[in-house]
């Protein structure tokens, strides 16, 4: 059995050599799309247009104004000594902030009256201005001693504590989840295509000459895209150490581990797509909706699952990137061991499973 296993993957070793461009898709691709989207996509915010009304015009109203425009998310494009042309400001777009500074700053912090500012937001982007918001409070609570005491009106006493990702960088958090996307979609179609396009070329009719049971040809041919797969995704993952400063401080070995199981079940997948399809384009259509929106909607990658409707909530249990998400978290941004990640663990092994006993049963139909 392990030699006619062997022999099969070296077939299609062999194959993919010869094929550059379903090798250089499984390589390249998931490269690719992590410099595109991990560039691209973010949920910071830059170059928040603040105007300002500052009525104190004195030192402690000029460090706070400093503060925030030196915290470099923010960018001065008004002072005004009158609130009211506020209006036309945030209606023309010109601002996206105002910060209000009242006369009696400086009077109230000397006397160490507990004082408070207020800050004005545009929030027809409801997401970007409580990230604005998030970032005001931030820098009003981190000021220095001479500001002690101010806070933003309404007032919230806020002593920001921020565990595994302290400036809150987008990246950090999105690069994981990105990994199991592109490695998903990627591992998925690659392995769809290439099964498909033996259907097409007739090669398939000699494999089922051939004394092979079907699971010994579903291992050969999972096992080269598994092995060129993990390259990728030892690519990537250095990629977002190097580019994205993706911490990772768990163990590499248990995040091998975990990447495996989820790459297998990802080319299992692919290759029970390919008993359902008898062409490249039925099998490219098949495995992106199967493996990028679920991904992309249901895994938690973008969207908190907690926040989803019941049923959705329900779903998203057989979308196997919502466990590998959730382990990939846990070791590289935590540093923690399998005692908190052997449930997502076990459902990777289990989606695998149920994948291989899938792809067996209609691999078996096809002989």
Known sequence: MIRR????????????????RTALALLGMPVLLLMIYGYALSFDVQDIRLAVVDSSRSAASRQ??????QSGYFVQVAVLDDPRPLDALFDSGRAQAALVIPRDLAADLAARRPTGVQFVLDGSDSQTANTILGYARQIVATAGPPLAGLELEPRVAARPLVWYN????????LVPGLLAFILMVSSVIATALAVVREKERGTMESLRATPLLALELL??????YLLVASVAAATSLALAWALFEVPVRGDIVWLAAVTVLFLAGGLGWGVFISTLADTQQVAFQLGLLSSMLPTL??????FP?????????????IVPARYYIAALREIVLKGVGPEVWWSEALALVAYGAVVLVLATARTVRSL
Do not use: C, Y
Request: positive net charge; glycine residues 4%; charged residues 15%.
């Open 219 to 224: 291992l050969g041919k999972t096992l080269p």
């Open 166 to 173: 302290p400036n809150l960088e987008s990246s950090i958090f």
């Open 305 to 317: 699952i907690s926040s989803m409707p019941p049923a959705l909530q329900a779903i998203s249990h």
């Open 64 to 69: 706070l104004l400093q503060a925030f425009l």
């Open 5 to 20: 296993i062997l022999a099969v993957t070296v077939k299609e070793l062999l194959q993919l050599r010869r094929d550059w």
């Open 297 to 302: 909607l249901l895994s938690g990658f973008i």
